[in-house]
């Protein structure tokens, strides 16, 4: 079955009492037993809840997976993937990743033990030497946020395998419809399905998507005992809005390269971060792994002075000031304050994240619109 056919039909199966052809919202807390022990799957909402189960269905076909779990935001899936290790255990990350998960890494985790060593990986052999007997998991995104580097998804699985180290990757950019790092090696994927899964920008959810069984179980004991599970009616949204995945992530290509090449030729542009220029370093790679180059991208002013930033910033009509991407309306963003604010200023810079940058999650609008918005802004 193809992809965009799985995305409707994935985990739907119609409701034996009424026939729904759209799975109900089960708003229930707790499940009656048939006696002591003996149930019909479900207990309670914590650990299962039928709306859950039928996103999860569909979430595992997404990514070609044999199995996914939802959890209430995307860092939460994060934090169960690193709750797999134990104190004293390592993890080479990758440099330029979404501050949130930095965040995660660097003021929760490591003070619970775990020590994370970070490197550019757009050469997989960067990774090397740092595995050491204490090293356990690689995690990394491709393309990266915010400065769209790739990563060679199958040399950086070669190298994990080889290892015996687990590979987590960050699949949010790219979405499934793009890119299915499983595929390539990868152990474990995660998302962000607040953004293209989600697609509408009113749902906080994440996922974890894996093929071994022995994983699930883990992360799944790890889901039940910690708690962070998303409600039904989230995975109700995010169960709609994968419905639709590859008709908008097929306008989100196309208006993300309209707009890339048009800021590329602006008298006012410097750079444009888009893993879709022939000329780009990961240009191959992406091209060999990636189905289509995604609606994000980011850009520099000419003038970086902080208050032309700030101008064009908040010049915007369409283009809303506002964290998230992966949303049906196109956002505005500066990631030095904004999504990344909590990496340090010495570490951002150095990994090549300006103080002047500018991201783009480009949306479904018309693009003639939303390059006339860019236009007026930037002047």
């Known amino acids: 079955m193809k992809f965009a056919t799985r995305l409707i039909h994935a985990g739907m199966e119609p409701d034996p009492s009424t026939g729904s052809i759209i799975p109900p919202v089960y708003q229930t807390s707790t499940f009656v037993q048939e006696a002591p022990g003996r149930n019909k799957g479900y207990e309670y909402a914590r650990s299962q809840n039928p709306t859950r189960t ?4 569909a979430l595992a076909s997404t990514e070609n997976a044999r199995y996914a779990l939802s959890f209430s935001s995307g860092v939460a899936a994060s934090d169960a993937v690193i709750r797999l290790l ?7 990350a990758a440099n330029d990743m979404y501050g949130g998960t930095f965040r995660l890494f660097s003021k929760i985790f490591e003070k619970a033990g775990i020590r994370f060593h970070y490197v550019d990986m757009q050469q997989a052999d960067h990774i090397l030497p740092l595995i050491n007997p ?6 990394m995104e491709t393309p990266t ?32 419809a793009l890119q299915n790092p499983l595929d390539f090696g990868a152990a474990i994927v995660v998302h962000s399905a607040t953004k293209y899964l989600g697609g509408h920008s009113d749902v906080i959810h994440g996922c974890v998507m894996m093929n071994d069984a022995g994983l699930r179980d883990q992360l799944y004991f790890i889901q039940k005992s910690c708690g962070a599970v998303p409600g039904p009616q989230d995975c109700f949204l995010v169960l709609r809005g994968i419905k639709t995945l590859q008709v908008r992530i097929e306008r989100h290509c196309q208006n993300g390269e309209k707009i890339a090449r048009y800021l590329r030729g602006h008298k006012s542009v410097r750079k444009v971060y888009w893993c879709g220029f022939e000329d780009h370093p990961g240009y191959a790679i992406a091209k060999k792994q990636m189905s289509g180059f995604g609606g994000m991208l980011s ?3 000419k003038n970086e002075s902080p ?36 990496i340090p200023k010495e570490e951002r810079i150095k990994n090549g994240l300006s103080d002047s940058l500018i991201r783009l999650s480009v949306g479904i609008e018309d693009v003639d619109d939303l390059i006339e918005d860019l236009e007026n802004a930037i002047g």
């Open 54 to 57: 039928a996103l999860e269905k």
């Open 86 to 92: 134990v104190p004293g255990d390592e993890v080479i």
């Open 134 to 139: 204490k090293t356990r998991l690689v995690w």
């Open 145 to 176: 946020n915010p400065l769209m580097n790739i990563v060679d998804l199958a040399a950086v699985s070669t190298i994990a395998k080889e290892k015996n180290l687990l590979l987590c990757v960050d699949n949010t950019f790219a979405s499934p």
């Open 299 to 301: 850009f520099e002013l």
């Open 307 to 342: 208050e032309e930033t700030r101008r064009v910033l908040s010049s915007t009509k369409l283009f809303s000031l506002a964290e998230s991407l992966g949303g049906v309306e196109s956002l505005i963003s500066h990631p030095a304050s904004m999504t990344h604010a909590s």
